[in-house]
């Protein structure tokens, strides 16, 4: 079984956001990790593998710095990594990414493809479904379980209020949720032997691109932090009083009743 996982690198959950003087985020000084969803999807590749055979490989698109989670994913147990990566790229949106990342995912061979159901610095959870749609093969997001059996899957997926079960034919995209599996601590011969795996950086024009093509259809004009959290306020009086006061504040100042 032939299994592709796509990962993102985002900031340490633990990081303090900071912006420049051009209102972009300032990564210098920045710790970065693997997308915390993506860490489950890495997982269950490398779960589907030791049950049924295969080759784990892990694909990124962004800054060289990328090539870090991508080390990562490999010490984890991963077998290959392709990182895309070129200046034209900067700026991105999702239907960008999903664009690139069809590309680079049409050149391997998968029945399986996985990755995490949201990244946590733009909440989007958009890359995963579009890359199926461009793909043209079926996609599960946030799964829970996963089943495989030849060429049919049985996903467990989250919704609102509780689970829904999908019976599919693979080649399929799943999207991994908490709770999928736990995922694995790198080994120290798992790290050692990391290094000498395979690691393939593309550019556009590798992958047959130009940055014209695939010029984001969504752009960011700034971001900003949001407002310092005021200092609680403690109301005097006896209950009756305060409560008076509370309903008083919360429809004058709060403006919620």
């Given at each position: 079984m032939n299994i592709v996982v796509c990962i993102k690198q985002t900031f340490d959950t633990e990081a303090k956001i900071v912006?420049?003087?051009?209102?972009?985020?300032?990564?210098?000084?920045?710790?970065?990790?693997?997308?915390?969803?993506?860490?489950?999807?890495?997982?269950?590749?490398?779960?589907?593998?030791?049950?049924?055979?295969?080759?784990?490989?892990?694909?990124?698109?962004?800054?060289?710095?990328?090539?870090?989670?991508?080390?990562?994913?490999?010490?984890?147990?991963?077998?290959k990594a392709v990182l895309v990566s070129d200046p034209a790229l900067d700026g991105a949106d999702e239907w960008a990414a999903a664009e690139v990342l069809a590309t680079a995912v049409s050149s391997l061979s998968y029945d399986v493809v996985l990755a995490g159901r949201i990244a946590i610095d733009d909440g989007s959870s958009q890359v995963a479904v579009r890359l199926a749609e461009k793909l043209n093969i079926p996609s599960v997001s946030s799964v829970l379980k996963l089943d495989i059996d030849g060429s049919n899957a049985t996903a467990t997926r989250e919704i609102d209020g509780g689970t829904e079960v999908i019976a599919l034919t693979l080649p399929a995209v799943f999207t991994a949720q908490k709770g999928l599996n736990e995922p694995r601590y790198p080994s120290v011969a798992g790290i050692m032997k990391a290094k000498k795996k395979e690691l393939k950086t593309l550019s556009l024009a590798d992958l047959g691109l130009s940055g014209s093509e695939i010029a984001a259809k969504m752009k960011v004009e700034k971001f900003s932090l949001p407002a310092a959290r005021q200092a609680g306020r403690k109301l005097d009086g006896d209950a009756a009083q305060a409560a008076r006061e509370l309903a008083r504040l919360l429809r004058e100042e709060a403006k919620v009743l």
């Open positions: 912006l420049d003087g051009s209102g972009k985020i300032d990564s210098n000084g920045v710790n970065l990790i693997i997308n915390p969803y993506d860490e489950f999807a890495i997982e269950e590749g490398i779960k589907l593998k030791e049950k049924f055979g295969g080759e784990v490989t892990v694909v990124s698109m962004g800054s060289s710095r990328a090539a870090e989670a991508l080390r990562t994913a490999l010490a984890m147990g991963a077998d």
